[in-house]
């Protein structure tokens, strides 16, 4: 039996987020909307700044196959530090706008 897992993931300074959608279009789509949200945002010279200051959103499917094997592909974004609460916010009211769209 094989099972994927997609999901949306926030991490900061060891605090981590994350939002399960149905399936990888919705998740794709959420994904795209939230980088379109934070456009300008993102760091582009990932290889000069610290740990602390990034914020890491991605998009995640977790594939756990027979024998738990698992499989990972995860894309993902880099944001300064600054946006975590505003980013973190937008995620949680349109994530909880669109699941109550869907019930």
Same mark, same amino acid.
């Given at each position: 039996?094989?099972?994927? +897992?997609?999901?949306?993931? +926030? +991490?900061?300074?060891?605090?981590?987020? /994350?939002?399960?959608?149905?399936?990888? %279009?919705? %998740?794709?789509?959420?994904?795209?909307?939230?980088?379109? %949200?934070?456009?300008?945002?993102?760091?582009?010279? %990932?290889?000069?700044?610290?740990?602390?200051?990034?914020?890491?959103? #991605? *998009?995640?499917?977790?594939?756990?196959?027979?024998?738990?094997?698992?499989?990972?592909?995860?894309?993902?974004?880099?944001?300064?530090?600054?946006?975590?609460?505003?980013? +973190? *916010?937008?995620?949680?009211?349109?994530?909880?706008?669109?699941?109550? #769209?869907? /019930?």
């Amino acid at each position: 039996m094989e099972a994927i +897992l997609y999901s949306i993931e +926030l +991490l900061h300074r060891g605090k981590y987020e /994350s939002w399960d959608f149905s399936d990888e %279009r919705v %998740r794709d789509a959420f994904f795209k909307k939230v980088k379109e %949200r934070f456009a300008g945002k993102e760091i582009k010279d %990932r290889n000069n700044v610290e740990d602390m200051a990034i914020v890491q959103l #991605s *998009a995640t499917n977790l594939q756990i196959k027979e024998k738990n094997e698992v499989s990972q592909v995860v894309p993902f974004e880099w944001y300064d530090y600054d946006v975590f609460g505003e980013m +973190l *916010a937008f995620i949680n009211r349109e994530y909880n706008k669109q699941n109550k #769209s869907i /019930s």
